[in-house]
């Protein structure tokens, strides 16, 4: 958006800037980056409950890997899915949010029981919606609305406010 907002590039100069843009976010994807508060905790206390969790997120799977494996949070999932984890689909584009394939293949990895799905764009909220599951809403997040007007099916503030928030859930089942 930034290129296009400044008069756009040759297909061969995007290119070469992109690739070099990824090689730097790939030696710097966790130099600046700590979990929300509350995170560590409650990803350890939903995991002593028996929850079995999943990232979905559009960032490229490698990178979300290597950002989760530096936090120290990589063991807490049995799945990531990346943006480009399901492919690309008949338009040439990747199948990631807010397509629902992401989220339908990490409910599919978990077991196909009960779903939720947490995020913090319009994104996932059209991607939960499309696929049939209760969504979150994490206001402290990106959002790139207000959060109440992601059709959530409950809004937290903080991530240490999850748990309470799927008391009050009925998951898909």
């Known amino acids: 958006r930034a290129v296009e907002a400044q008069g756009g590039l040759p297909d061969e100069a995007f290119r070469r800037l992109y690739k070099a843009m990824l090689g730097y976010y790939e030696a710097h994807s966790a130099v600046h980056t700590v979990p929300y508060p509350g995170v560590p905790e409650t990803l350890a ?10 990232v ?25 899915i990346g943006g480009d984890t399901m492919g690309r689909g008949p338009d040439g584009q990747f199948l990631a ?27 996932d909220a059209r991607a939960a919606q499309a696929a049939g599951v209760p969504f979150v809403a994490a206001a402290y997040g990106y959002c790139d609305v207000p959060p109440a007007t992601m059709d959530a099916n409950a809004i937290i503030d903080s991530f240490d406010g999850l748990i309470p928030a799927l008391t009050t859930l009925t998951p898909t089942a």
């Open 45 to 54: 206390a939903l995991a002593a409950q028996g929850v079995r969790m999943a």
């Open 97 to 123: 949010k807010p397509n629902p394939a992401p989220i339908l293949a990490a409910r599919a990895a978990l077991g196909n029981g009960r779903f939720v799905f947490i995020g913090d764009s319009t994104y």
């Open 56 to 80: 979905v997120t559009n960032k490229f799977e490698s990178f979300a890997r290597s950002v989760l494996g530096q936090l120290g949070l990589i063991d807490t999932f049995e799945t990531v």
